[in-house]
C-alpha cells in the first residue's frame, strides 16, 4: 500500500523486477495516453561489445530479439526467464548461451561474480547444482546434484570466458572447480569412459537431456537423444576443457588428457548409430566421431527429412549449426538459419517475438499455446544461434593460444540468401569488423583488424598484421 503526500512523487521497486511485454491498466480516468509511462529496463551494467547486421530484416529483428534476451535475463545472475515465477539461475542455460553473451556484451565483471557463485556452490565431493544461486538447496532438504550439461557449466564456462578476455588469474582461481566436476562424474559412472547409471543410481539424480527438444512425443519436456549419449558426451567435452585450461595454466594435464582419449574412443566404440540431430550435433561439435563425414551428412539427412527444419531442443541446438557449417553443409546452415516455418528462429519473429521463446512451438500457428505453466516468450537459450554467427557466418574467432583477441582468426562463410553481413566486435584492443555482400555473382570482403590476423578466404590463409583488408 502506497500512501500519497500531496505533489509530485517519483518511486520504483529496489529489490524486484518484472519481466513483460504488456501491462494492464484498470481503474484509469479516461482513456489512458501510452505517453504517460514509462518502463525502465533494468539489468547488469554491462557494456555493448558486438552487433550483427544483415541483408534480411526479419533476421535483423531476431538478433535484436536475442540482445534484449539477454538483457532481460542477465540481472546480477544469468536467469532463465525474468517473467514468471521462476527467474532463477539455470545453469544449462548460462553453459549454452555463454560464448554469445560474450561476444554481444562485455560480460567479464558479470561472469566473475555469477562463476564465484557456482564455485561456492560445488559441494566436496565435486557435485554441482541445476541452480546458482541454489535457492532450494538446504541443509534439511538437499536438492539433487546436477546432471549433464547443467553441472557441466563448471567446466565450460570459465574456459569461454578465458577464450573471450584473456585473464588466466581468473582461469587458475576456477580450474580446481573444472577438474573436481570430471573427478565427480568419474567416480559415480558406471561405465569406465562414459557416464552411465546415474540415474539408476539413485532417484535423486537424473539428467535432462535434450530438454524440449522436439523429437520426442507430443508434450514430453525431454527430446528423444539417448540421455547417456549426452552426457558421455559431455563427460568428454568437459574433460577436453579441462586439458585446454590446465595447459594455458602450465599444469600436468597428463591424467586428463588420457580420460578424454579414454572417453573418446568408448564413445567411439558405444555409439555408432545416430537417430537425433542432437545426437549428431553434439557427437561432431565434440570431436568425438570416429568419421565426421558420415555423421554430417547422416545429420543432413534426418534435418532434410524433417522438411529442412531443426527438432534439437537446449542441447544440441547451440552446436546444430556448427556442426553442419564445420563439416561441409554450410549451405544447410543457412537454410535453418533462414526458415521461417514452424520449427525455427524466424517462425517466432513472424509470430511478433521481441525476446527469444522456451517453446519453439510456445505460440503455435493457430494461436493456441503449448501450455499453461511452463511457456516463457523470454528464454535465451536459443538465442546462442548468435554465436554461430559471429564465428561462422562473419568467421570472427579468438585464436585458442592468444585468447582475448589478442590475436584473431577471421574466416568468414557468405551465403548469397543474406545479400550481406556485418559483424562488429568491440575488444580490448580494438574494434574487429568482419562485413560481407554480394555483388554480380562476387563476394566483397572487408576486413578491420587491430591485431595480428589470419584471414581465411577462400581456403586461402592470409597471415597479417592490424590493418583494414579488401577481398
Same mark, same amino acid.
Given at each position: 500500500?502506497?500512501?500519497?503526500?500531496d505533489g509530485?512523487?517519483?518511486?520504483?521497486?529496489?529489490?524486484?523486477?518484472?519481466?513483460?511485454?504488456y501491462?494492464?491498466?484498470?481503474?484509469w480516468?479516461?482513456?489512458p495516453?501510452?505517453q504517460?509511462?514509462?518502463?525502465?529496463?533494468?539489468?547488469?551494467?554491462m557494456?555493448?561489445?558486438?552487433?550483427?547486421?544483415s541483408g534480411?530484416?526479419?533476421?535483423?529483428?531476431?538478433?535484436?530479439?536475442?540482445?534484449?534476451?539477454q538483457k532481460?535475463n542477465?540481472?546480477?545472475?544469468?536467469t532463465?526467464?525474468p517473467q514468471?515465477?521462476?527467474?532463477?539461475?539455470?545453469?544449462?542455460?548460462?553453459?549454452?548461451?555463454?560464448?554469445?553473451?560474450?561476444?554481444?556484451?562485455?560480460?567479464?565483471k558479470?561472469?566473475?561474480?555469477?562463476?564465484?557463485?557456482?564455485?561456492?556452490e560445488?559441494?566436496?565431493?565435486?557435485s554441482?547444482?541445476?541452480?546458482?544461486p541454489?535457492?532450494?538447496?538446504?541443509?534439511?532438504?538437499p536438492v539433487?546434484?546436477?546432471?549433464?550439461?547443467?553441472g557441466d =557449466? =563448471?567446466?565450460?564456462c570459465?574456459?569461454?570466458?578465458?577464450?573471450?578476455?584473456?585473464d588466466?588469474?581468473?582461469?587458475?582461481?576456477?580450474y580446481p572447480?573444472?577438474?573436481?566436476?570430471?573427478?565427480?562424474i568419474?567416480?559415480?559412472?558406471t561405465?569406465?569412459g562414459?557416464?552411465t547409471?546415474?540415474?539408476?543410481?539413485?532417484?535423486r539424480?537424473?539428467?535432462?537431456g535434450?530438454?524440449?527438444?522436439?523429437?520426442?512425443?507430443?508434450g514430453?519436456y525431454?527430446?528423444?537423444?539417448?540421455k547417456e549419449l549426452?552426457?558421455?558426451?559431455?563427460?568428454?567435452?568437459?574433460?577436453?576443457?579441462?586439458?585446454k585450461?590446465g595447459?594455458?595454466?602450465?599444469?600436468d594435464v597428463?591424467?586428463?588428457?588420457?580420460?578424454h582419449?579414454?572417453?573418446r574412443?568408448?564413445?567411439?566404440?558405444?555409439?555408432t548409430?545416430?537417430d537425433?540431430?542432437?545426437a549428431?550435433?553434439?557427437?561432431l561439435?565434440?570431436?568425438?566421431?570416429a568419421?565426421?563425414?558420415?555423421?554430417?551428412d547422416?545429420?543432413?539427412?534426418?534435418?532434410?527429412?524433417?522438411?529442412?527444419c531443426?527438432?534439437?531442443g537446449?542441447?544440441g541446438?547451440?552446436?546444430l549449426?556448427?556442426?553442419?557449417?564445420?563439416?561441409?553443409h554450410?549451405?544447410?546452415?543457412y537454410?535453418?538459419?533462414?526458415?521461417e516455418?514452424f520449427?525455427?528462429?524466424l517462425?517466432?519473429?513472424?509470430?511478433?517475438?521481441t525476446t527469444?521463446w522456451?517453446?519453439? #512451438?510456445?505460440r503455435?500457428a493457430?494461436?493456441t499455446?503449448w501450455s499453461?505453466?511452463m511457456?516463457?516468450?523470454n528464454?535465451?537459450a536459443?538465442?546462442?544461434v548468435a554465436?554461430?554467427v559471429?564465428?561462422?557466418?562473419?568467421?570472427?574467432?579468438p585464436c585458442? #593460444?592468444a585468447?582475448?583477441?589478442?590475436r584473431?582468426r577471421?574466416?568468414?562463410?557468405?551465403?548469397?540468401?543474406?545479400?550481406e553481413?556485418?559483424?562488429?566486435? #568491440?575488444?580490448?584492443?580494438?574494434?574487429?569488423r568482419?562485413?560481407?555482400s554480394?555483388?554480380?555473382?562476387?563476394?566483397?570482403?572487408e576486413?578491420?583488424?587491430?591485431v595480428?590476423?589470419?584471414i581465411?578466404i577462400g581456403?586461402?590463409?592470409h597471415r597479417?598484421?592490424?590493418?583494414?583488408?579488401?577481398?
Amino acid at each position: 500500500q502506497l500512501i500519497c503526500r500531496d505533489g509530485l512523487q517519483t518511486w520504483q521497486p529496489a529489490l524486484s523486477f518484472y519481466g513483460f511485454r504488456y501491462i494492464r491498466v484498470e481503474g484509469w480516468p479516461g482513456t489512458p495516453d501510452p505517453q504517460a509511462f514509462t518502463a525502465i529496463a533494468a539489468y547488469s551494467d554491462m557494456t555493448r561489445t558486438g552487433w550483427l547486421r544483415s541483408g534480411v530484416h526479419k533476421l535483423n529483428r531476431l538478433f535484436e530479439n536475442i540482445i534484449w534476451g539477454q538483457k532481460g535475463n542477465f540481472l546480477d545472475v544469468p536467469t532463465d526467464c525474468p517473467q514468471r515465477n521462476e527467474r532463477l539461475g539455470w545453469t544449462g542455460d548460462a553453459e549454452v548461451f555463454i560464448n554469445t553473451a560474450c561476444y554481444q556484451f562485455d560480460a567479464k565483471k558479470f561472469y566473475t561474480k555469477w562463476l564465484a557463485d557456482v564455485m561456492a556452490e560445488q559441494k566436496p565431493n565435486g557435485s554441482m547444482q541445476d541452480l546458482v544461486p541454489a535457492v532450494f538447496d538446504t541443509p534439511d532438504n538437499p536438492v539433487a546434484p546436477a546432471g549433464a550439461a547443467w553441472g557441466d =557449466a =563448471a567446466a565450460v564456462c570459465p574456459w569461454e570466458v578465458y577464450r573471450h578476455y584473456g585473464d588466466r588469474a581468473l582461469l587458475a582461481s576456477h580450474y580446481p572447480m573444472m577438474t573436481a566436476w570430471v573427478d565427480y562424474i568419474t567416480s559415480v559412472t558406471t561405465t569406465p569412459g562414459l557416464w552411465t547409471g546415474y540415474e539408476q543410481e539413485s532417484p535423486r539424480r537424473h539428467h535432462y537431456g535434450d530438454w524440449l527438444g522436439l523429437d520426442a512425443h507430443e508434450g514430453s519436456y525431454v527430446g528423444a537423444t539417448d540421455k547417456e549419449l549426452i552426457a558421455s558426451a559431455y563427460y568428454a567435452y568437459s574433460a577436453d576443457r579441462v586439458c585446454k585450461a590446465g595447459r594455458a595454466l602450465g599444469r600436468d594435464v597428463s591424467k586428463y588428457e588420457a580420460l578424454h582419449a579414454q572417453i573418446r574412443d568408448t564413445f567411439r566404440r558405444t555409439y555408432t548409430q545416430f537417430d537425433t540431430q542432437t545426437a549428431c550435433a553434439v557427437t561432431l561439435y565434440f570431436g568425438l566421431a570416429a568419421d565426421p563425414a558420415a555423421v554430417a551428412d547422416r545429420l543432413a539427412a534426418l534435418i532434410h527429412q524433417n522438411g529442412d527444419c531443426l527438432t534439437t531442443g537446449f542441447v544440441g541446438t547451440p552446436y546444430l549449426l556448427y556442426a553442419l557449417s564445420q563439416h561441409g553443409h554450410t549451405d544447410l546452415a543457412y537454410t535453418l538459419l533462414l526458415q521461417e516455418k514452424f520449427p525455427s528462429w524466424l517462425y517466432s519473429v513472424n509470430q511478433g517475438a521481441t525476446t527469444i521463446w522456451e517453446h519453439w #512451438d510456445g505460440r503455435r500457428a493457430d494461436g493456441t499455446f503449448w501450455s499453461k505453466d511452463m511457456n516463457s516468450f523470454n528464454h535465451y537459450a536459443y538465442g546462442a544461434v548468435a554465436g554461430w554467427v559471429f564465428e561462422e557466418a562473419a568467421g570472427i574467432t579468438p585464436c585458442e #593460444d592468444a585468447p582475448g583477441f589478442a590475436r584473431v582468426r577471421i574466416a568468414p562463410k557468405p551465403d548469397p540468401r543474406l545479400g550481406e553481413l556485418c559483424a562488429v566486435l #568491440d575488444t580490448a584492443a580494438g574494434r574487429i569488423r568482419s562485413e560481407w555482400s554480394y555483388e554480380d555473382h562476387r563476394v566483397r570482403c572487408e576486413i578491420d583488424t587491430p591485431v595480428e590476423a589470419e584471414i581465411v578466404i577462400g581456403g586461402i590463409v592470409h597471415r597479417v598484421g592490424p590493418g583494414k583488408y579488401l577481398f
